[in-house]
């Protein structure tokens, strides 16, 4: 549809949404139903109402959040994969008066990543982390990622997982509640608005803890991925509910804040 036809449209309508500051004009490029246009919105908006806007840095990887740059009005750097809170750790030390999160996926922060996520959370770092978990490669096809969860089908798992073959869902979040060095970790989902508005109360917190100086803050986020789920958006939001949060459920894990 052309801007002429949107408009000739739209003409007349409710503005309903302003559009936070720290986003451009640019459009998201994510799949129908796909959550990560709403958890961009809601760190946009977190953004704007702690005032932070002009000393921010965000840290994405390549994967669906690839273009993370092009949509945000703030400093954002793109990292190998799997090094996202490496980098963040690299400019939260040296610049440590700037406001930092890592925004990374679950193929990124809990398989290649692994390494890098682990260590920067042990160590405490004083970082903000967001950890997108739809239980698959949402990017590359839809493969199976350390997240897939038990007899579910991707295109490397056409018959499902199964645990004597690949083992079971890593459950990242409760793993690095085990060290000593997080303070605030917790799961939440973007599904309806119960959800979403729970979803911004924890990221305004986590990025609150770092203003504070209070360390590393974790704010996993389950994700529809309809495409690759084969779903149409309303049948994703009830796999979330349904399936999904039976094995990732949702609420906080640690607060030692």
């Known amino acids: 549809m052309s801007k002429e036809a949107v408009a000739e449209n739209t003409a007349g309508m409710e503005k309903v949404f302003d559009r936070p500051k720290s986003l451009n004009d640019q459009q998201f490029s994510y799949c129908p139903g796909c959550h990560h246009g709403v958890i961009n919105r809601l760190i946009a908006e977190t953004i704007d109402e702690l005032g932070i806007q002009d000393n921010t840095v965000g840290t994405a990887p390549v994967g669906c959040s690839v273009f993370l740059y ?3 009005d703030i400093d954002v750097i793109q990292p190998a994969h799997g090094r996202v809170s490496a980098v963040a750790t690299g400019v939260k030390r040296a610049r440590p008066d700037l406001n930092v999160f890592a925004y990374q996926g679950d193929g990124d922060f809990a398989s290649i990543g692994t390494n890098n996520s682990t260590h920067a959370a042990n160590r405490g ?3 903000t982390v967001f950890f997108i978990n739809n239980t698959l490669y949402g990017m590359t096809g839809g493969e199976m990622a350390p997240t897939t969860l038990l007899d579910q089908k991707t295109t490397t798992t056409p ?3 199964k645990a004597k073959d690949f083992g079971y869902p890593i459950k990242m979040s409760e793993m690095l509640a ?3 060095g997080p303070t605030y970790i917790t799961r939440q989902a973007v599904y309806d608005v119960k959800r979403i508005d729970q979803t911004k109360k924890a990221i305004k917190k986590a990025f609150r803890l770092q203003k504070e100086g209070n360390g590393y803050a974790l704010v996993e986020i389950l994700s529809a ?3 690759n789920w084969g779903m149409d958006p309303v049948e994703a939001n009830e796999r ?3 399936e999904v949060e039976k094995v990732y459920p949702l609420g906080d894990i ?3 804040s």
């Open 240 to 242: 979330i509910k349904q």
């Open 159 to 161: 018959k499902g997982r």
């Open 254 to 256: 640690i607060d030692r």
């Open 225 to 227: 991925c309809p495409i």
């Open 178 to 180: 085990e060290l000593d």
């Open 70 to 72: 092009k949509w945000f």
């Open 125 to 127: 770092e004083n970082i």
